[in-house]
């Protein structure tokens, strides 16, 4: 009785509950974050809905090829006669497909061993921040490149592969905030209190760091986009499944004539990258408003 009334006066003035709140109205009336979850959710729509937007199979070869964008195929055929737009949103599909597997371990890992490095400090804090160092020292395209030569392409392995390489930066972030908050008079009252680490790190520090993971999270999606699609488009993706990468890689060659090949994935490419940089940064301004700043005031000096 008296861990959990003490943990509920303990607690800040402001819920972690309300302070989303907040946050959610004040992302809504920022034009650039409504443009970029606006952009991103339609991007999303078309892949998740590629099975039923078109009833065309995007590996089909039954139709007249280079046909230009027209009402019946409104992104046009490629050389071998398949619908361009079939492909475009089965690459969406496919795109983040892998980025969302890759986020859920990069979340996971990131949160799990900043917070335990944040919050133990001491020789776990040193072990886990090594590991960091270890994992940022590896290439990912050149790490990419091995694993495709040794075990093969696949997007199951190149889920895993970005998963493992792509979590530092997060548990960097957890890790700096963790540190802040433990610090703080309401960690150090509910500690008095009697309630167990687990209990202190659940529902007194965690909660506080939510707003850093979520700023970080879409920008951390649109390198993975980027990062997907250039592996696509080496080859070092799965070759029976269709990505924005790939078909970029399959245009190349029909650049002068067949300029629908190139010009709709791409943008695709270009406006989902452009949508999560968006969100991402109007998260940044609403969530931060102070580090923003400081970062803008920077950037004034710099170019002054």
């Known amino acids: 009785m008296t861990e959990a009334g003490g943990a509920s006066s303990a607690e800040p003035a402001g819920t972690p509950k309300r302070e989303g709140a907040a946050a959610l109205r004040r992302f809504l009336r920022r034009p650039d974050g409504v443009a970029g979850l606006g952009i991103v959710s339609s991007v ?20 007249p090829t280079f046909v230009r964008p027209s009402r019946r195929f409104p992104m046009g055929t490629d050389a071998v006669g398949r619908d361009v737009f079939s492909r475009v949103a089965n690459g969406i599909a496919t795109s983040l497909t892998v980025v969302v597997s890759v986020m859920v371990i990069v979340t996971v890992l990131g949160v799990t061993l900043g917070a335990l490095a944040g919050y133990r400090g001491g ?7 090594r590991l960091v160092d270890m994992v940022q020292a590896i290439p990912d395209f050149l790490l990419a490149i091995v694993v495709v030569a040794l075990l093969g392409a696949g997007y199951d392995k190149l889920i895993l592969l970005l998963g493992l390489t792509s979590w530092t930066f997060l548990a960097r972030i957890v890790r700096a905030e963790v540190l802040s908050v433990k610090r703080r008079e309401f960690v150090e009252s509910a500690r008095s209190l009697g309630a167990s680490n687990l209990r202190i ?104």
């Open 44 to 63: 999303a729509v078309v892949g998740l809905l590629a099975g039923r937007l078109t009833s065309v199979d995007p590996l089909a070869m039954a139709h």
């Open 123 to 129: 020789v776990v804090d040193s072990i886990v921040m």
């Open 201 to 304: 790190l659940l529902r007194h520090v965690l909660p506080n760091v939510v707003p850093a993971v979520v700023v970080v999270l879409p920008l951390l999606a649109s390198r993975l986009v980027l990062i997907e699609a250039g592996l696509s488009f080496l080859g070092l993706g799965d070759p029976e499944n269709v990505s924005l990468g790939l078909l970029i890689s399959e245009a190349q060659p029909h650049l002068q004539y067949y300029w629908w090949l190139s010009v709709f994935p791409g943008v695709v490419l270009v406006a989902l990258v452009l949508g999560l940089n968006l969100a991402g940064e109007a998260l940044n301004e609403v969530l931060n408003p102070t580090e923003a700043a400081r970062e803008r005031r920077k950037v004034d000096v710099a170019t002054t």
